[in-house]
Structures are given as C-alpha cells and as structure tokens.
C-alpha cells in the first residue's frame, strides 16, 4: 500500500507559477512510475504528466508541454510539477498517482490539490 499525499496548490493569477509536491509513503519509491493528471469541474480526469522511476524519460499532454516540468526526489520520496505560464484553463483539481508497470492503469492515488488560476 501506498499513500500519497499532494501540496502546493493555491490561487495563481495567470501567467504566474506554482510548484506541486506529492510525498509518497513506503520505501518503494523509486520503484514507480509517477504521475500527475488533473480534473476540472465537470470534465474527465485527464493525463498532465508522467516520469519513468529513474527520471530518465518524462512524458506530457500537449497542453502543457514547455510550460509544466515533472521531476522527482527519489532520496525524498516525492514528485514534484513545476507549473509555469499559467493559464486559466489550467484551473483543475491535481492528482498524484503511482504505478510499477510502465504500461497500465495506475495503482494509487492522491487526495488532491486545488489550482486555481485567476484571468
């Protein structure tokens, strides 16, 4: 089992930036693969982000590519997605979410961050 727990969230007027956080429980880490994804009111949970356990590869929508950058911590046990040139259509509920397979459905997931960014 494990836990993830996201921080970071907030009100950001657009343009600006926000960094998320995901700390994650157990001594497994660096054996997920970790991801990000977002829901906005009354739309489906969709993909944002994703980075393989060693930080090698990381993939991203198109919507966010040069402006979101995911990284991780393995020592630290946390993923990180830095969010720049925040746009009002960035406003979501973010979620973590952890995987061992590279492929497939992801295992875990967060409770949720709020980004609210403001036009």
């Known amino acids: 089992q494990v836990q993830l727990v996201e921080s970071g969230g907030g009100l950001v007027q657009a343009g600006g930036s926000l960094r998320l956080s995901c700390a994650a429980s157990?001594?497994?880490?660096?054996?997920?693969?970790m991801g990000w994804f977002r829901q906005a009111p009354g739309k489906e949970r969709d993909f944002v982000a994703a980075?393989?356990?060693?930080?090698?590869?990381?993939y991203y929508a198109d919507s966010v590519k040069g402006r979101f950058t995911i990284s991780r911590d393995n020592a630290r046990n946390t993923v990180y997605l830095q969010m720049n040139s925040l746009k009002a259509e960035d406003t979501a509920v973010y979620y973590c979410?952890?995987?061992?397979?590279?492929?497939?459905?992801?295992?875990?997931w967060g409770q949720g961050t709020q980004v609210t960014v403001a036009s």
């Open positions: 980075i393989s356990r060693s930080a090698s590869t990381t």
């Open positions: 979410a952890c995987k061992t397979a590279s492929a497939g459905p992801y295992d875990y």
């Open positions: 157990g001594r497994t880490f660096s054996s997920y693969v």
